[in-house]
């Protein structure tokens, strides 16, 4: 009975937490396509994980990867001035990237890559629940294209892409 007890108050204690922390998910477009969710930590942190998919738009080839970036919100108290009913945020973050690619039209070697990534960007949260951004995730780390261990070289661009939430409040 107190194993059930405690059990019981465990639940609710984990449900009444992960209720109160603002969440969102969507996606961003660019030559990266990118399934998100953003767990937010108080109102100035953020996990981002979010699931890649590289399409043959720009390139011939085909990828999956994902990462995973701890983010930083408005960091050194700096903010947009801004008076509307929306707000906008600036955000900051390191942490993980891996992921797969192969070139469809096989000239090159298929190839893996893992590192560290970065996050940058900038948010506008609308007064009802959407959110638009503009990110840039850059990654540094280790590949084996041609099969040799190299350093990922294309990951340093990092894809641009604008992303579009929904917001859980």
Sequence with gaps: MKKSILIVAMVLCCT???????????????????????????????????????????????????????????????????????????????????????DNDKTKTNWFYAGAAGHIGFEYDFWFPFQLSVDWRPSVGINNMDNKIGFNQEGIWGPISIGVRYLFH
Excluded: C
Aim: no cysteine.
């Design 16 to 102: 009444f937490i992960a209720k109160a922390q603002p969440r969102a998910i969507g996606i961003n477009l660019g030559p990266w396509t990118s399934f998100s969710y953003e767990h937010g930590f108080g109102s100035n942190n953020m996990l981002d994980v979010a699931a890649n998919a590289i399409l043959p738009l720009f390139n011939n080839r085909f990828g999956v990867g994902g990462h995973v970036t701890y983010d930083w919100i408005d960091p050194f108290g700096a903010t947009f001035p801004w008076n509307e009913k929306g707000e906008w945020h600036w955000y900051m973050g390191v942490g993980g990237s891996a992921g797969y690619v192969w």
